[in-house]
């Protein structure tokens, strides 16, 4: 049993729930999501999102700004085209391979020099993510904007969202966005156990 320290309360704990077989349809992953994402904008005082896929798009379902003056917004209920963000990416690498080949089909639209277009190159990107269980997105949705992002795992073992970091590229380069990327993984993965993961699929 949890106790809810707010109404005091008690309520079924995830490893309970998940024994007994109970969809965890009575958990918020927002509210399990925050003080992950929280603590992640602390350390790495970048913005931080919880992000989902919605047909061809990912929108932004939770947040936490990063401590810097000039940090990314990640504006929660924003829908952006999946093709040209890190978290669009990482959840179409553990997507149903028809949702993959669907969004392919496709005309990918550019919105800067930097979006992939071509879809057999962001086939492999997606490829890739799967392998590495990380994405990045560099300067393909905004100009100067980069990004990082892990997958969550729900009970089931199925990624339903995405933790992301993101800043301006003058901040972040190449080599240490990667860097960062060892704690987006690590954040999604403590959400990913309370949710009722037990099995991480990546280094």
């Known amino acids: 049993m949890q106790r809810d320290e707010g109404s005091g ?12 077989g109970i969809v965890l349809d009575t958990i918020d992953p927002r509210q399990v999501a925050y003080p992950h994402l929280v603590e992640l904008a602390r350390m790495c005082r970048e ?63 550019a919105l800067t020099p930097n979006t992939i277009t071509d879809p057999e190159l962001l086939r492999r990107q997606i490829s890739e993510a799967r392998r590495k ?10 100009p100067g904007l980069v990004a990082i992002a892990a997958p969550v795992m729900d009970h089931e073992g199925k990624a339903f969202a995405a ?3 993101a800043g301006p590229s003058f901040r972040l380069s190449n080599d240490h966005l990667l860097s960062l990327g060892r704690y987006v ?6 959400i990913s156990e309370k949710l009722g993961y037990r099995q991480r699929c990546w280094a």
């Open 133 to 142: 269980g990380y994405a990045t997105a560099l300067s393909e949705l905004e």
């Open 185 to 190: 993984c690590s954040a999604a993965a403590a």
């Open 47 to 109: 913005t931080c999102t919880l992000s989902v896929l919605d047909e061809t798009y990912v929108v932004n379902i939770e947040r936490a700004i990063g401590s810097y003056n000039v940090s990314h917004i990640g504006w929660i209920g924003k829908r952006m085209p999946a093709h040209c963000t890190a978290a669009g990416k990482v959840l179409l690498a553990y997507a149903p391979p028809e949702k993959v080949d669907s969004l392919l089909s496709q005309p990918l639209p």
């Open 163 to 165: 933790v992301s970091l």
């Open 9 to 20: 309360r008690y309520r079924l704990g995830v490893g309970v729930v998940e024994l007994a």
